[in-house]
């Protein structure tokens, strides 16, 4: 069984060192299997987390009140955002295999949501309360980074500074895939990077790989395989390593940081927080001054991490991260769902909200940066692939757990049972007053 408490360290100093790292497990957990063919037949065994059965209800977690986010801590927040100490990481990079719509950012539902595929979605006889016809040609990353830039905007009008000043101190770090990087590249360059600073508008490509295989020699990378990403946990762990994360120069070209120099820019910050990309509450209000407040007033209290924990929607359960009180480690965890050995979605009620908050975020990554994350696997068409988990940070730094008072299920466009919610968020965003007109001033386009 895997141990996210006690992982096997990884060699984060390029690519292939990543892979040997990764070859390397395979000869230390499946050396009794002859076939990956075995593997997957045991691969929740193997990815089970070991003290599962001793679990209990969480016994830790902070209650968003006013003793976190009162009124000075409002305040604080508002500071902190309006300064530009806050790095703001938007993970766009998934596949998105269960919507079957290409990356999540692209998605145009005008341009994407014909008849056909919404019966394929939603099943024969569906009902939608928006047409995506009536829509705004948008796709859903263009809409997200918008909405970012309207409510700072809109902040910075409330607290008498200038928007276009507060836009221009703001640090994005976006996350795309390899099949993606260029046509989102050319988004930012095409909507006049939504307002930002084109140098603190930073980039990373998620690698993607070959599967692993098994043969009488051993195990191997099979370069013969479909290549595929290594999930979320890959990707901050890249973000530690050599020339990954980049900037666009004047001509468009990729200027490649080096750990140090990427890392001598967390130092600046104190908060990374970490946004999702198909999180459709975020489609009505982007800045989340309360949970920032939380995050800011743990990171002084010692937090390197902060987990928001939700309640399960009752009525579509949806797998994710357990929030719960291990005994043995004396602590509250955050457990992924590969670890939960297919625990029943209606039984996970302490649920990961996947907005995490890193408070003086150079230290945690440093961390990722010297020992790697914990490597669940998963085998996928016959060949093995690696799933690490952003979240398993937790076991590794000091991390506090919050919950609002009123507690919410989830909001995302995770699959085709959230499409209806995801056209109606969409339709209110591009129909509120001014949003639009605002929009295209922006960006300089006819939107």
């Known amino acids: 069984m895997l141990d996210p408490a006690q992982p096997q ?4 100093k390029d690519f292939p060192t990543y892979i ?17 063919e075995k593997v997957a037949g045991q691969e ?22 006013e003793n976190l986010a009162g009124e000075a801590d409002l305040a604080r927040a508002e500071a902190a955002l309006l300064d530009g100490l806050v790095l703001m990481e938007h ?4 596949e998105a295999t269960r919507l079957g719509l290409g990356t999540k950012y692209l998605i145009n539902p005008r341009l994407d949501l014909s008849p056909k595929t919404l019966t394929r979605l939603l099943g024969g ?3 939608i309360p928006v047409d995506p016809d009536s829509m705004r040609s948008m796709s859903l990353g263009r809409r997200h980074m918008l909405q970012l830039a309207w409510d700072l905007s809109k902040l910075a009008e409330r607290t008498g500074r200038e928007p276009a000043e507060v836009l221009a101190r703001q640090t994005l770090l976006v996350i795309v895939n390899q099949a993606s990087w260029e046509a989102i590249l050319h988004d930012f360059q095409e909507a006049n990077y939504y307002g930002f600073s084109r140098p603190r508008v930073l980039f990373m490509v998620q690698q993607d790989f070959h599967g692993i295989s ?22 901050l762990m890249q973000t530690a390593m050599d020339h990954q994360v980049f900037r666009l120069s004047d001509s468009g070209r990729p200027s490649y940081l080096t750990w140090a120099e990427y890392r001598q820019i967390l130092g600046e910050f104190e908060d990374k927080v970490s946004f999702n990309i198909e999180d459709l509450d975020y489609l009505g209000q982007s800045l989340d001054l309360e949970g920032l407040a939380a995050a800011l007033k743990l990171g002084e209290q010692g937090a390197r991490m902060v987990m928001e924990v ?18 043995e480690l004396g602590r ?17 009620t302490y649920l990961n909200k996947n907005v995490n908050h890193y408070p003086f975020p150079s230290i945690a990554l440093t961390q990722v940066r010297e020992n790697g994350l914990a490597m669940p696997l998963a085998v996928k068409k016959g060949f093995l692939y690696f799933q690490p988990i952003q979240g398993d940070l937790n076991f590794l730094v000091d991390t506090a757990f919050i919950q609002r008072q009123q507690k919410k299920p989830i909001n995302s466009w995770k699959s085709s049972a959230n499409t209806v919610q995801a056209l109606k968020a969409m339709a209110q965003q591009e129909n509120r007053k001014g949003f639009m007109t605002w929009a295209s001033r922006l960006t300089k386009l006819d939107l």
């Open 44 to 65: 929740d065994e193997l990815n089970k987390y070991p003290r599962l059965a001793s679990l209990q209800d969480p016994k830790n977690i902070k209650i968003l009140d």
């Open 91 to 94: 993970t766009c990079a998934g």
């Open 310 to 327: 939700v309640a399960n929607n009752p009525d579509n359960p949806q797998k994710g991260g357990l929030c719960a009180w291990d005994p």
């Open 332 to 348: 509250d965890v955050m457990i992924e769902s590969f670890q939960l050995a297919g625990l029943d979605n209606g039984q996970i």
């Open 214 to 235: 098994r043969r009488a020699g051993g195990w191997f990378y099979d370069t013969a395989s479909p290549r595929r990403l290594h999930n979320h946990g890959q990707m």
């Open 9 to 12: 360290k990884i060699d984060l």
């Open 20 to 36: 040997q790292t990764c070859l390397q497990i395979c000869r230390d957990r499946l050396s009794r299997f002859a076939s990956v």
């Open 125 to 127: 006889g569906y009902k």
